[in-house]
């Protein structure tokens, strides 16, 4: 029987409908702007490409422009100093500054305030030069190329080369007081000796070799590293890895010690010395009153002959020398305005040069603690070395310019550029031991050695081989007196 007080179901809700159209319509909404921003987002893209792109463009065309702006800078300097006219400005310790016009402050290199080799490093193969800080009026941009490696034996200048040993070749200069110098008109370079090799050439860029097609006689192989021998001369050298020196930050610098005993490496707030045979460190060299905010990277070290003492240069813009017995400062330089990328310690143990990236050399006395030379050029100094008689500092640059000094009167000696010259920046120059011949090192691939027109060095021990190091990773020997490569080492993992 129906039961009259169960009731009637209710009809179905429409609320849950029109909830549902409305989520349905808001999702439909919410799709369609969301197309418009990927749109809006690649027409941005796009725009900022053909930005990108100008911007490319008129760093080429900047750069094409700096590079004739250089090059007829070079050639009317040239003319002026053979003609007689003022030379390069030069400080000397104990005269009066300059009462002209002041000198502005020296233009930051490569990125950043003061990282010289960072723009090097960060520029990927292919990408042209790296974003530099932009020229001032009298201080062009420097264009980096990219990564290198080291040219065939066309790129040598062969001029009686006399020989560069495993240990650097530094010497001493003694103290005085030094006139107003006075730049020597640039000297001739002596002709380029007739090729050596006729028929099939010499192979010189080793790296170019695929290492799993050579003879087993042609190459050796480790773990992690291998070298290569040139097939097309005699092989006279066999090389092994000793050791592995770990560190917990970048190397910025090696150096070994006089008597090869021992190699200090430049890093990240510190410098540390390892003993070559063992391979074990020996000690730590950090200054404890520095700020422990940032980094501070170690650009320059350097033993002293007598291997008592270590001289490091960093991006603090200080040159310190450190007792390495007592691990305490002996010495601190101070005066440069720009991170120290050289240092080389005269073989009597009594100077010390330096190049930094604000433009100057100077050379300093241990004994006083005092500047006894400051040399100023156009562009930035990479690398310092002085003769191992210590009559002379040579001095390489970003300008591609090796310069001479004579390190008692301040004058220059030589200047080694022009149509022999290098193509770009010069990072390394090296004394051979008989102190008339040089050796650079430059960012167009090549290693040119130079015969000094008018030194009074001294002949010394022939070295047999001429070492460079490369951006490609490579270590390459280079035999001095033919120009050949005898053999490349690859090991490492990065620049």
């Known amino acids: ?93 104990g005269l009066p500054p ?10 930051s290199i490569g990125h950043g305030p003061s990282n010289l080799f960072g723009g090097i490093m960060a520029n990927p193969p292919g990408q042209g030069a790296p974003g530099l800080v932009p020229p001032t009026q009298d201080q062009g941009q420097q264009q980096v190329p990219p990564a290198h490696q080291i040219g065939s034996a066309q790129g040598l200048q062969q001029n009686s080369f006399g020989g560069y040993p495993p240990a650097h070749g530094v010497n001493g200069a003694p103290s005085s007081s030094y006139p107003d110098p006075r730049p020597s008109p640039q000297l001739g370079r002596p002709p380029s000796p007739p090729p050596q090799h006729q028929g099939h050439p010499v192979i010189n860029n080793l790296a170019d070799l695929d290492v799993e097609s050579l003879r087993p006689e042609q190459k050796r192989e480790g773990p992690d590293w291998f070298a290569i021998f040139n097939p097309r001369i005699p092989r006279v050298l066999d090389v092994d890895l000793v050791h592995t020196l770990n560190h917990d930050s970048v190397v910025c610098c090696v150096r070994f010690s006089y008597d090869g005993h021992y190699v200090a490496t430049g890093c990240n707030r510190s410098a540390q010395i390892f003993d070559v045979g063992t391979g074990k460190q020996v000690t730590k060299l950090q200054d404890e009153s520095v700020d422990k905010e940032g980094d501070l990277y170690i650009r320059s070290v350097c033993f002293s002959p007598d291997g008592k003492y270590l001289a490091t ?4 813009k200080l040159i310190r020398v450190w007792d390495i ?44 603690s005092c500047e006894i030379l400051h040399l100023v050029i156009e562009d930035g100094v990479t690398t310092v070395a002085i003769s191992p008689q210590g009559d002379y500092v040579a001095a390489g640059s970003l300008d591609k310019s090796v310069r001479v000094w004579d390190v008692r009167t301040g004058q220059l000696v030589d ?10 920046s010069v990072y390394s120059v090296a004394f051979a031991p ?58 490492h993992k990065n620049s």
């Open 434 to 491: 008989n102190g008339r011949s040089l050796v650079s090192g430059s960012l167009d691939k090549t290693i040119k050695m130079w015969e000094l027109a008018d030194t009074r060095g001294m002949m010394g021990p022939d070295g047999r081989w001429v070492l460079s190091g490369s951006k490609d990773r490579g270590v390459q020997f280079w035999d001095p007196r033919t120009g050949d490569t005898q053999l490349m080492l690859q090991g």
């Open 98 to 107: 300059h009462a002209g016009v002041p000198q502005p402050q020296p233009p």
């Open 325 to 368: 017995a007592s691990r305490t400062i002996r010495n601190t330089f101070t005066g440069h305005d720009q991170d120290i990328y050289s240092l080389d310690f005269a073989r009597d143990g009594t100077h010390i040069a330096s190049g930094s990236g604000d433009r100057s050399v100077r050379v300093w006395d241990i004994d006083s």
């Open 1 to 93: 029987m129906y039961n009259a007080h169960r009731g009637i179901p209710p009809a179905p809700s429409n609320r849950l409908t029109e909830l549902l159209d409305q989520v349905r319509q808001e999702f439909d909404n919410q799709q369609s702007r969301a197309g418009e921003y990927e749109q809006n987002m690649a027409q941005q893209v796009q725009e900022m490409e053909l930005v990108r792109q100008k911007v490319y463009n008129l760093e080429q065309t900047q750069n094409a422009i700096k590079q004739r702006y250089e090059e007829d800078i070079a050639r009317l300097r040239h003319e002026l100093e053979a003609r007689g006219g003022p030379p390069s400005h030069v400080n000397i310790s």
């Open 415 to 424: 200047r080694l550029d022009g149509a022999e010259g290098h193509k770009d």
């Open 313 to 316: 240069g960093a991006e603090d």
